[in-house]
């Protein structure tokens, strides 16, 4: 009897024991299957990380921490999918288009051809793109003058003859380059938002074409703020160059306009200003004229049949005097030199003028100064798309004199009831033609003293202020005995005429 109790309580001792490995077995897999769950991907995982990467933005499930993971792991160890197009091009504005070529590229001058020179093996086909570098891209006849570039991710066994270490930035002068109005609206402004939109830390080589030496020499002191490297002129090149990569065009933000919204670091045309002032103060240049303890307004002048001409341009000067004003006539040419202009009208408090190119001067003002356009009949929409926008970027006090149509020479021509006299507007509108034959090089305007002289006065309190501001003495405006024209300032390349 004892020993059968004993080998019952044995048994019960081991059918003790089996129970706790079995109970330990079942926990420990559970466990483990647990754990397993936590980091093998799901099915829906698994199709994510095998789909292209750019259709991961449509699974919902992307923002699921566990995912996160698992795609970083994915994605670090499998850098071919998610290296980025090598050949990018943006065509969504209406102004310009822009490309970037992002692997080590060799010119091939003869064509305007920009080579890869690093093999791609996700691309089964190299990929080919052109475009004129220009910003103003929807004006067909100016584009068709404008020499097309093109850039390729075809591998180029070419040997590189010139090494460059910074990216290329590709840009054309041709279309309007040599209205001093567009040098800088498609020009100077566009490649000030490039440099600083997509190169924010980086020196370029500036690559340019349609090249002409005129334009060099006149713009030759400010080019360095903008590239430290030697400018490569495209049109006259023989030998093959080569890059880290390449962007060919220009962005612009819209007529004489900078977006601070747009740009990486809220750059604005005063740091687009300051950029010219630095290349300018270097000059060597024949100093302005004194300051006589009054204003300086800058009255730029139009002469000859080019339309616009202020014909009682006697009468305006003499008005400006008796408000106060110290006078500068200034009429520039092709051949001006801007480094003495920079110190004319950096130098003066106003400066006005009929529309035209010339008032693109006013970015050499400094902010606060008084520039006041006159606006000719029909020309609303150029005076206020172009210099209102300048001047608001530039900080500076505008004013807007429009004439009336007594004052303008069209209704010699047309008669007063002639539709180009009651609705220039409409006219202009309709005609790019009528806008530039009839309102700007057939119409010269005669102002109406007693109303334009409200519009000095208020110049002059703003430049006085402005005066006073830089800690200048405002003398007295002394009475006019007799009127004594001014002279006019034309520095042509360091000497005074």
């Keep these: 009897m004892k020993k059968w109790k004993a080998e019952k309580l044995w048994w019960r001792i081991l059918l003790f024991f089996v129970l706790q490995f079995g109970f330990m077995f079942i926990f420990r897999n559970s466990t483990c299957h647990q754990e397993d769950k936590t980091w093998r991907p799901t099915k829906l995982m698994r199709s994510a990380l095998l789909s292209p990467i750019s259709r991961l933005s449509v699974q919902h499930d992307v923002n699921k921490p566990s995912l996160k993971i698992s795609l970083t792991r994915h994605l670090s160890s499998n850098p071919n999918l998610i290296e980025p197009k090598t050949l990018f091009c943006n065509r969504s504005h209406r102004l310009y288009d822009w490309c970037h070529l992002k692997s080590p590229t060799i010119l091939e001058p003869k064509d305007a051809t920009f080579f890869s020179r690093s093999s791609t093996p996700s691309m089964n086909l190299p990929m080919v793109e052109k475009l004129r570098p220009y910003p103003r891209k929807r004006d ?44 800088f609206n498609d020009g100077f402004v566009p490649l000030f938002i490039t440099l600083n939109a997509l190169f924010p830390d980086q020196e370029v080589t500036l690559v340019i074409t349609d090249y002409s030496e005129w334009w060099y020499g006149k713009y030759e002191a400010i080019l360095p703020q903008f590239s430290n490297h030697r400018v490569v002129n495209l049109d006259n090149q023989t030998v093959t160059h080569c890059f880290p990569s390449v962007v060919a065009g220009l962005i612009s933000h819209g007529p004489m306009t900078i977006n601070p919204t747009l740009m990486p670091r809220q750059k604005s045309f005063l740091d687009f200003r300051a950029l010219l002032e630095e290349g300018y103060r270097k000059c060597l240049v024949w100093p302005a004229p004194k300051i006589k303890g009054r204003p300086r307004l800058v009255l730029v002048s139009r002469t000859g049949p080019v339309g616009r ?176 024209r001014p002279s006019i300032f034309s520095y042509t390349y360091g000497v005074q005429s």
């Design 140 to 183: 067909n006849d100016t584009m068709s003058n404008i020499r097309e570039i093109t850039l390729t991710t075809k591998l180029s066994r070419s040997s590189c003859t010139i090494i460059h270490d910074t990216p290329a930035l590709v840009f054309s002068i041709g279309g309007f380059t040599g209205n001093f109005f567009h040098d």
């Design 309 to 484: 001409v202020i014909l009682n341009q006697d009468n305006v000067i003499k008005a400006a005097q008796e408000e106060g004003f110290d006078v500068v006539i200034f009429e520039p040419s092709a051949y001006t030199y801007l480094c003495d202009v920079y110190r004319l009208i950096n130098g003066s408090h106003a400066i006005m003028g009929v529309h035209g190119a010339a008032l693109t001067h006013s970015l050499f003002l400094q902010p606060g100064a008084p520039f006041i356009q006159v606006v000719p009949l029909g020309g609303d929409w150029l005076a206020r798309t172009y210099f209102r926008n300048l001047a608001k970027g530039m900080k500076l006090e505008y004013m807007e004199y429009k004439i009336q149509p007594e004052e303008s020479t069209l209704i010699e021509k047309y008669g007063k009831d002639h539709v180009f006299i009651r609705d220039p507007n409409l006219i202009t509108s309709r005609n790019w033609s009528a806008l530039h034959n009839i309102y700007l090089r057939g119409q010269d305007v005669r102002l109406d003293i007693a109303r334009f002289r409200g519009c000095l006065k208020n110049a002059y309190s703003k430049a006085k202020r402005l005066m006073e501001h830089q800690g200048l003495h405002v003398r007295r405006r002394p009475k006019m005995k007799k009127f004594i």
